[in-house]
T-cell receptor, first 115, second 115 residues
Framework: EAQVTQNPRYLITVTGKKLTVTCSQN?????MSWYRQDPGLGLRQIYY???????DKGDVPEGYKVSRKEKRNFPLILESPSPNQTSLYFC??????????????FGQGTRLTVV | AQKITQTQPGMFVQEKEAVTLDCTYD???????LFWYKQPSSGEMIFLIY??????QNATEGRYSLNFQKARKSANLVISASQLGDSAMYFC????????????FGPGTRLSVLP
């Protein structure tokens, strides 16, 4: 089954404690991205990757890091989380080729709370 | 400036009635795609419908149709014969060819279907 898997689904952590949210896809997609969802703001892109070892900042990259060492994995790293990073996070992937209607697959979401 | 505007934070509709969720967008790219996603309370993102900027006809998918008015830059979602299971957040999103095909999302509309 084609899917994007995020872990964990829920996470409560304390300010400053480094954490990683994993994202893995099984569709051999070139393009992967991370979003955060906040009330009244919709989903905003944090980082994206067009392929292995290629990453770019999205609209809200501050406080986040990513890596793309393998095609299937695109972890999101918060080196020193702060309460304003409390949010719902989504990973997504799609094929790098194809038109604008190329289907994007979203993970189940990770609800992060930083206290 | 907001690229995607959804002016209705919340909407109510009676079961079996039709409802229109508004979406306006802003782009200077002649090639773009417009998407609608549904997010039920469980949190996952469910793709509903796609409209390409060069598509001559309005997109339809079952009970969903997209009222595409290119000159007005609007892409409203019409849900016919609402069902209780349609209660969810609905996001309008755009991908621009020149913008690297990254998603830009609107703030969302929460639809509640009343029995």
């Amino acid at each position: 089954e084609a899917q994007v898997t995020q872990n964990p689904r829920y996470l409560i952590t304390v300010t400053g404690k480094k954490l990683t949210v994993t994202c893995s896809q099984n569709m051999n997609h070139e393009y992967m991205s991370w979003y955060r969802q906040d009330p009244g703001l919709g989903l905003r892109q944090i980082y994206y990757s067009m392929n292995v070892e290629v990453t770019d900042k999205g609209d809200v990259p501050e406080g986040y890091k990513v890596s793309r060492k393998e095609k299937r994995n695109f972890p999101l790293i918060l080196e020193s989380p702060s309460p304003n990073q409390t949010s719902l996070y989504f990973c997504a992937s799609r094929a790098g080729t194809g038109g604008l209607n190329t289907e994007a697959f979203f993970g189940q979401g990770t609800r992060l709370t930083v206290v | 400036a907001q690229k995607i505007t959804q002016t209705q934070p919340g909407m109510f509709v009676q079961e079996k009635e039709a409802v229109t969720l508004d979406c306006t967008y802003d782009t200077s790219d002649p090639s773009y795609g417009l998407f609608w996603y549904k997010q039920p309370s469980s949190g996952e993102m469910i793709f509903l419908i796609y409209q390409g900027s060069y598509d001559q006809q309005n997109a339809t998918e079952g009970r969903y149709s997209l009222n595409f008015q290119k000159a007005r830059k609007s892409a409203n979602l019409v849900i016919s014969a609402s069902q209780l299971g349609d209660s969810a957040m609905y996001f309008c999103a755009m991908r621009e060819l020149l913008g690297g095909q990254n998603f830009v999302f609107g703030p969302g509309t929460r639809l509640s279907v009343l029995p």
